[in-house]
């Protein structure tokens, strides 16, 4: 229990302050609600470290942060481990930390301690940093750039806020960061660059652990010359000399030009909102535009649903430019919404994952799981509301003094995502026939095509009730349509497996053997489903759906396993259900309805469940059809 505890934890802690319901954190923990409020009750015992209300829970931010550290052998070895990190961030180069002292103070042995330092190896070994043991005594040997990386990165998870909560910081240090945050923002504006407040919290993180650093003597020595445009290099001087004054410490010429290389990759020239396409290319070099624009154009064919405006075109050109030079730096971004965006938006994250894929291959850039969230970021910006079965709606209106335009706007909010005004008409206007459109919503009783709904010239909470009942009524008919006449021919009984006796990776090859032996794949099916999956999982809540990057399978499908109990999906999420996707070239066009289908059903966990309990495929069918037509 005390690792999914720290992961509820974990998440309220990463999510903004708002209320987060039971159903959600379950979804996100894959257990169920019970579970959800024992993890909570455990977390609690000593302290209301999470608040409960009607509206869900979310983490007393004050009392958590105010909570002491708890004892290191009635803790996780994850906690242990850490604490020996930061020993071995903390000793002096010349001696190192002593073991034999380490592992009495974390109330260990001496054989646990060796293997928390094996562990640990695998850890720093990313951050090109290595654990030297020489008799008695242990070192962390590498740069202090990169020993910087690993505090950011692993330690912090390149949080401003987790880093400001830390319990090693000083106080008087602690106290002045909130000062550190205006400063870096006057000092950037100032200067005539741009950031934005996710790149903002970065450059402070990076900043305080340099403050912290240095006060501690640790100095960087070896910083690679910066060339940097002026604006960023006088920047950069103004930060510094804000912390010198502020901080009374004195930074080198090395730590300025790794300041300047963070201004970087976290600021730019321009304000995005004062970019248009007319002007984009005197901000970005004409390789990054047709890079984005070679980008949109596979997506488009891949997935029909994408639509791309100005806005996304601009800002995600800039975006681009922006990794490829944290390439060129070797720099890193995390994201703090991955999971949130993975399971809130799981269609828009598997064209994020696509992307990733082409300018991987064709470009070079490697995209990390971060990178990717802030590409879906930034494809939530104009395809979160899209929805193939989106009701379109024909407004008809009595005009008086532009009253209408009040009663549209709590129509619109009526609607929701699943409905779209097409047409917005005064009845004076209004030709039979000219209008088309799945519902017509008008204040004047007529003899309307189609389906209708008559409102009030004053609507009532009652009128706006009507309106959403038959939205949700049309929404589903068109949803169960495409069920019937697209989403069932996906499937075949000889692509069924039961209780099958495999991990997930044997699984996934014996599925992707089974559809090999019915003609359905070629040889290339399998490898570009391994591709897919090693880009971000396909796992979410208690169902994996792994597919290929591709329309590369000879006769589209949908294989269906069914394990005895739950496993671990490629070592992310324990799963109930997998379905493995095959696309037909053919089929191509409703690749991303039939995921965005399949998703819609699966976001539900009783959903998943449902289907788990089936005997047999014709069971699973008729349950199936059961959820579709609810």
């Known amino acids: ?84 990190l930061f020993q071995l961030l903390n000793a002096a180069p010349s001696s190192g930390i002593d073991v034999y002292d380490a592992a009495e103070a974390l109330y260990i042995s001496d054989s646990t301690l060796e293997n928390d330092l094996q562990h640990l190896r695998a850890i720093v070994s990313a ?6 043991r020489k008799k008695d005594a242990c070192f962390l040997l590498g740069t202090e750039e990169n020993k910087r990386r690993l505090i ?102 090395f730590e300025q030009s790794l300041l300047c290389k963070d201004l970087l990759v976290t600021a730019s020239y321009q304000d995005p909102a004062q970019v248009v396409p007319e002007n984009l290319p005197q901000y970005v070099e004409e390789k990054y535009i047709h890079i984005t624009q070679d980008v949109i154009r596979k997506v488009q064919e891949r997935y029909p649903i994408a639509r791309f405006d100005d806005n996304f075109y601009v800002k995600f050109t800039l975006h681009l430019k922006s990794c490829f030079m944290r390439r060129d730096m070797a720099d890193s971004s995390i994201s703090p919404l991955d999971r949130k965006i993975k399971y809130s938006y799981p269609l828009i994250h598997d064209i994020s994952v696509y992307i990733a894929d082409i300018l991987e291959r064709n470009y070079g850039l490697p995209v990390s799981d971060s990178e990717i969230t802030y590409i879906a970021f930034h494809l939530c910006t104009c395809l979160s509301s899209h929805s193939e079965y989106q009701v379109t709606v024909t ?62 010239s004053l609507p009532s909470s009652n009128d706006f009730a009507c309106i959403q009942q038959a939205v949700e009524k ?26 099958p006796e495999a991990d997930s990776s044997q699984l996934l090859r014996e599925m992707c053997a089974q559809a090999a032996g019915l003609g359905f794949i070629s040889k290339d099916f399998y490898p570009d489903v391994l591709k897919r999956e090693a880009l971000s999982g396909t796992a979410f809540h208690e169902v994996a759906v792994p597919h290929s990057l591709t329309a590369n399978a000879l006769r589209s499908f949908i294989s269906i396993a069914i394990p005895r109990s739950p496993i671990l999906w490629e070592g992310q999420k324990n799963v109930r259900l997998i379905l493995l996707l095959g696309v037909q070239e053919s089929d191509r066009k409703i690749f991303s309805h039939i995921f965005d289908f399949l998703v819609d059903i699966l976001s539900d966990t009783a959903n998943v469940r449902k289907l788990a309990s089936a005997s047999s495929f014709s069971e699973f069918l008729e349950f199936l059809d059961e959820i579709a037509h609810t």
Not at 127 to 132: A, E, G, K, R, T
Not at 166 to 191: D, I, T, Y
Not at 416 to 423: A, L, N, S
Not at 474 to 496: E, G, I, P
């Open 1 to 84: 229990m005390s690792r999914k505890r720290n992961d509820l934890i974990q998440y309220l802690q990463d999510t903004a302050a708002d209320w987060v319901p039971a159903s959600k954190l379950s979804a996100v923990l894959g257990v169920s609600e019970r579970q959800i409020r024992n993890y909570i009750a455990s977390a609690n015992k000593e302290a209301l470290v999470i608040q409960s209300s009607p509206r869900g829970y979310r983490l007393n931010r004050t009392l958590f942060s105010q909570l002491p550290p708890a004892r290191a052998d009635a803790d996780t070895p994850q906690r242990r481990q850490r604490e020996l």
């Open 127 to 132: 951050f090109d940093l290595q654990i030297s």
């Open 152 to 253: 950011r990165i692993h330690i912090y998870g390149n949080s401003w806020n987790t880093f400001l909560s830390s319990r090693r910081l000083p106080a008087a240090l602690a106290q002045k960061f909130p000062g550190l945050l205006r400063s870096l923002k006057e000092s950037v504006r100032k200067n005539a660059l741009y950031i934005n407040d996710y790149s903002l919290a970065q450059l402070s993180l990076r900043t305080g652990i340099r403050i912290w650093r240095i006060r501690g003597g640790f100095l960087s020595k070896n910083a690679q010359e910066i060339a940097a445009p002026p604006l960023f290099t006088r920047a950069a001087l103004d930060i510094r000399r804000s912390i010198e004054k502020a901080y009374a410490i004195s930074l080198s010429d």
């Open 395 to 456: 407004y008809i209106y009595s005009d008086y003094w532009g009253y209408h335009q009040k009663i549209l706007e709590q129509i619109i909010r009526a609607l929701g995502e699943k409905g779209i005004i097409r047409h917005v008409v005064s009845i004076s206007d209004y030709y039979p026939g000219s209008y088309s459109a799945d519902l017509t919503i008008s204040d004047t009783d007529m003899a309307f095509q189609g389906k209708f709904v008559l409102i009030s």
């Open 474 to 499: 049309l929404f589903s008919k068109k949803q169960y349509y495409f069920f019937q006449k697209h989403f069932l021919r996906f499937f075949d009984s000889r692509c069924f497996l039961l209780s």
